[in-house]
C-alpha cells in the first residue's frame, strides 16, 4: 500500500475506497456550497459529502478533492449543477403530499379558471427534481381545463439546478413502479406504455409535455421570470438551507407571487419566524397576505 500524501492538512489516501476528503478542502466545499446553494453541510456530513463527490472525482479524472476544489475555484458556475446534485437528495414521487393536490382540485383551480377567462395562469415548480410534481400538477391542471372547457393560457414552469434531474424530467419517462401514487384512471389517461425495450416503462403523455417548460435555475441567482404566479410550489427545497438564506428565498418567493397567491412548502418545512408575507391557511399551505 502507498503512503499517504499530504498536501497542507489535506489527506488523499492511495486505497481501493479513494481520497479521503480533508479540512481544508471540505472547509471550502462548505463555504462555496453555502455561498452558491445557499445549503449549510455541518461537520457530520463530511462523510456524505465525500462518498456522493468520489464517483464525480472519477468521472473528471481527478485524483483527490484539492483538484476538485481548483475546478470550483475555476470555473464555479460550469461546475455548480453537478456538484448540487451530489450533495442534494432527490426524493420526489408523484402526488406526494396529496392534500395539495386536492385543494387546488377542489378549490384553487376552479376559480382561477374562472377569474381569468381570456387571461394567463402561471404556477412554478421550484426544485422540481425529476419531474414527478410539475408532471402531476400538469395532470390536475389539464383535467380542469377540460373539465370547464377554460381558454385560459395556463402553464406551469419547473426549473432545478441538477442537470441530471432535469434531463429526466425532460425525458418524462418512468418506471411503473414510481407510478404507485397515481390512481388507475389517470394512469390510462396521461401515460403511454412503454414496449420492447421500453416494457416496464411508462412515458408522459404529450399533453402534459405541452403544459410544461422546464428550464435550469439556481434559486440563490438571478431569477429571469417576468409576470407573477398564483403558485409556487417549493416542496421539500428550503430544508437545506439556513435561516438567513431561507428569509431572502421566502422575501423574493412573495415578490413573485400574485395578490392572495400560495406557497407551498413540505412536510417538515415552515415559514414560522421567517416571513411576515404569508398567512398559514392549511397543512404547508401560506396565502400571500396583499
Known sequence: MNAPVTTDDSVVLASATGPTLGDTDFRFLREFVLQHCGISLGEHK????????????????????????????RDPEGELGELASCISTNVTSFFREMHHYDLLVDELLPRWLEEKKGGKLRIWSAGCSTGEEPYALAMVLAEALE???STVDARILATDLSPQALEAARKGVYALD???GVSD??????????????????????????????????????????????????????????????????????????????LFLGHSESMYG???????VGRTVYRKRT
Open 178 to 180: 414510481r407510478l404507485n
Open 274 to 280: 421567517l416571513s411576515d408575507d404569508f398567512d398559514l
Open 46 to 73: 463530511r462523510q456524505l459529502v465525500q462518498g456522493r463527490l468520489l464517483r464525480r472525482l472519477r468521472a473528471l479524472g481527478l485524483t483527490g478533492f484539492s483538484g476538485y476544489c481548483d475546478l470550483l475555484r
Open 185 to 262: 384512471a389517470r394512469r390510462k389517461r396521461w401515460f403511454l406504455r412503454g414496449q420492447g425495450a421500453y416494457e416496464g416503462l411508462a412515458c408522459i403523455h404529450p399533453r402534459l409535455r405541452e403544459l410544461v417548460t422546464i428550464q435550469p435555475l439556481n434559486l440563490l441567482h438571478d431569477w429571469p421570470m417576468q409576470g407573477q404566479f398564483e403558485a409556487i410550489f417549493c416542496r421539500n427545497v428550503v430544508i437545506y438551507f439556513d435561516k438567513p438564506t431561507k428569509q431572502r428565498l421566502f422575501s423574493r418567493y412573495a415578490g413573485m407571487i400574485a395578490s392572495r397567491g400560495y
Open 147 to 149: 373539465r370547464t372547457g
